[in-house]
């Protein structure tokens, strides 16, 4: 059951949501959800998260979820949305190679702010269209922080754990929507409204196209309300919280009647009950005259986001708006904010194509599943489980690599296994057949023995009993002569380096006299010795130097066991020298770059009889 799940982090500025998914029969089925407060330590730009203080992110993350579990599950981890930068790019039909290369060198040059050593890029080929009758690529670009990816890393690291992707929550948010609901060609936008952004993303057949992120949240909102309401800030929330965005009883663009009215209901509170003031409750018509500056920015914000989308992509449109984010859990917030904007839109249910029958009789609540501040731990824990998705993916290049060839081993391994069975089979066949000639033997003597009498039929069953013994010792031969590969495989897969990817092995049986060796391995095998030729073809994923460092050490164990001899391995390809300096180990420098290098080897199997 823990290998079929999939965990999503989403670390907020404020709080970090996580959603456990678990995968029975194809179907995804929520297993655990829960939020806790993010753990930032100080940061000298207040624009930017501070560090995250690892120990005490993992003492609340076990709280609620056992590291254990977390270590048999599948992990995702989003990216600050204040971090990341994209942009779409129309690039010429080159390699796949050459586009990345392309790509990355046009986002440096065109990208707001201007991109540094800190930055690392991911790209993802969004399609092709035409453009002055000459077809081109649509590539997207997204930047974001090294320092952050790292700090991702070393945070998996202090729970054992490596994640399977680092990507952009709004690069994903489509992955809550099943495929039946995409329509061909629609675009759909998803607005988050958080903390401290207010997000705009835009996506086309579940890819992300276009992507808009405002300094402007909840946070800005609630400083600012009790600043005007002179009262603290959580009582501020406490008010939101409770009374949302009270509904307009005037026109809030006459100011002179507005301020007359609240003053005028201000006066009759305080007559009827003087404590109002210091309750610290808020006049409602107050509240929402207040409320309405912080209304027009988001207005303000969205609309200059589509209206830059729709000259972008030469007239398009979102047609379908999904809201989400804490800052649409306020009341009647979503309702003026669309009222205004119209088309179609929705509250982000990030649970409702989910299974969730396992909390309807536990703690499961109504308000909580349709709070759409889970839909970004949602949609990664979606994503990691999507084959073939389009998903931007920061997670290093080195660490994609180790998975890759891990789970290229596995399979290595598995093969290897299958042809040691395959080749036990046929022994095991004839020993079965040793059994029943041996059964069929003593009944045959049974026989003689009840038809002692009857001596002409006597010589034809001594001929019997003769040929069967002369077809039990041919198959004893046959059985002591054929050799035991098992021994021999499992050796040489056990002394086989993880960079080493095996391609094609073969194991072929040398005739001596034949010269098919040369006369000098010919005098040298004695009599009592069959040789058997093993050949293999693989590759070894290293640099230049360390690959024949590799290659060296695996001759060396070769020669050390008594079951090889002769071992040739073949040189690697030569290639141009291209110094460069080693920056993820720190220091040093390699002549050649990392990759995968062909290469044979051949053995002798020797075997005594």
């Known amino acids: 059951m823990m290998a079929n799940s999939t965990i999503g982090i989403d670390i907020g500025s404020f709080y970090t949501k996580v959603v456990e998914i678990e995968y029975k029969g194809g179907r995804p089925a929520l297993s655990t959800f829960f939020i806790f407060k993010s753990p930032f330590l100080p940061s000298r730009d207040s624009s930017l998260p501070g560090q995250i203080d690892r120990a005490s992110f993992w003492k609340q993350f076990s709280s609620h979820l056992s590291l254990s579990r977390l270590k048999k599950s599948k992990v995702g981890i989003s990216l600050s949305p204040g971090l990341v930068s994209t942009l779409v790019l129309s690039l010429p039909k080159i390699g796949k190679c050459e586009l990345s290369q392309a790509a990355i060198v046009e986002a440096k040059r065109k990208m707001i702010p201007v991109s540094g050593p800190g930055h690392t890029f991911e790209w993802l080929l969004l399609g092709e269209k035409i453009a002055a009758k000459i077809p081109r690529y649509e590539v997207l670009i997204v930047r974001t922080e090294k320092l952050y990816i790292q700090q991702i890393i070393e945070l998996g690291k202090d729970a054992g754990v490596t994640p399977e992707l680092i990507a952009p929550a709004c690069g994903i948010f489509s992955q809550i929507i099943p495929e039946e609901g995409f329509k061909k060609d629609e675009d759909i936008a998803f607005v988050e409204f958080g903390a401290r952004d207010l997000n705009i993303s835009i996506h086309r057949l579940k890819k992300l196209i276009f992507f808009r992120s405002v300094t402007f949240g909840m946070t800005d909102i609630i400083s600012d309300l009790s600043r005007k309401l002179q009262v603290s800030q959580d009582k501020t929330e406490e008010i939101i919280r409770r009374d949302g965005v009270p509904p307009a009883a005037l026109d809030l663009t006459n100011k002179v009647a507005l301020a007359e009215e609240i003053m005028r209901q201000k006066y009759e509170a305080g007559l009827k009950a003087g404590e109002a003031r210091q309750n610290n409750e808020a006049n409602p018509l107050e509240l929402r005259a207040l409320w309405q500056a912080h209304i027009e920015r988001i207005l303000h914000e969205l609309r200059r986001s589509l209206a830059y989308y729709k000259e972008q992509s030469e007239g398009r449109r979102a047609e379908s708006i999904y809201l989400l984010g804490g800052g649409f859990q306020i009341r009647n917030l979503a309702e003026i904010l669309m009222k205004q904007i119209g088309g179609k839109w929705q509250i982000a249910l990030p649970f409702k194509n989910l299974e969730i029958g396992a909390f309807k009789e536990k703690q499961f609540r109504e308000d909580i599943s349709s709070a759409p501040i889970f839909t970004g731990a949602t949609a990664i824990a979606l994503a990691i489980a999507a084959k073939g998705a389009p998903v931007i993916n920061f997670l290093p290049l080195e660490l994609k690599r180790k998975k890759i060839l891990a789970a290229r081993f596995i399979v290595l391994l598995a093969g290897l296994g299958s042809f040691i069975v395959i080749s036990i089979f046929p022994i095991v066949s004839l020993m079965i057949n040793h059994r029943l000639l041996k059964a069929d033997l ?168």
């Open 442 to 609: 003593q009944n045959a003597e049974l026989e003689l023995n009840k038809f002692k009498s009857v001596t002409g039929g006597l010589n034809d069953l001594k001929e019997e009993q003769r040929d069967i013994n002369q077809a039990f010792s041919q198959i004893d031969e046959a059985i002591k002569k054929r050799p035991d590969f098992s021994y021999v495989l499992k050796t040489f897969a056990r002394i086989i380096p993880p960079e080493i990817l095996l391609i094609q092995l073969s194991i072929s049986e040398v005739n001596p006299a034949s010269g098919s060796r040369g006369m000098d391995a010919a005098a040298q095998t004695s009599p009592s010795e069959k040789k058997y030729l093993l050949e293999m073809k693989a590759e070894v994923f290293a640099d230049f130097e360390n690959a024949n460092i590799i290659l060296d050490n695996l001759q060396s164990q070769l020669a050390s066991l008594s079951c090889f001899r002769d071992i040739n391995i073949s040189p690697l390809k030569l290639e141009e020298i291209l110094p460069r300096i080693n920056q993820d180990k720190g220091q040093g420098f390699s002549l050649t770059l990392p990759g995968a290098r062909p290469f044979s080897l051949t053995a002798e199997i020797i075997f005594n009889k």
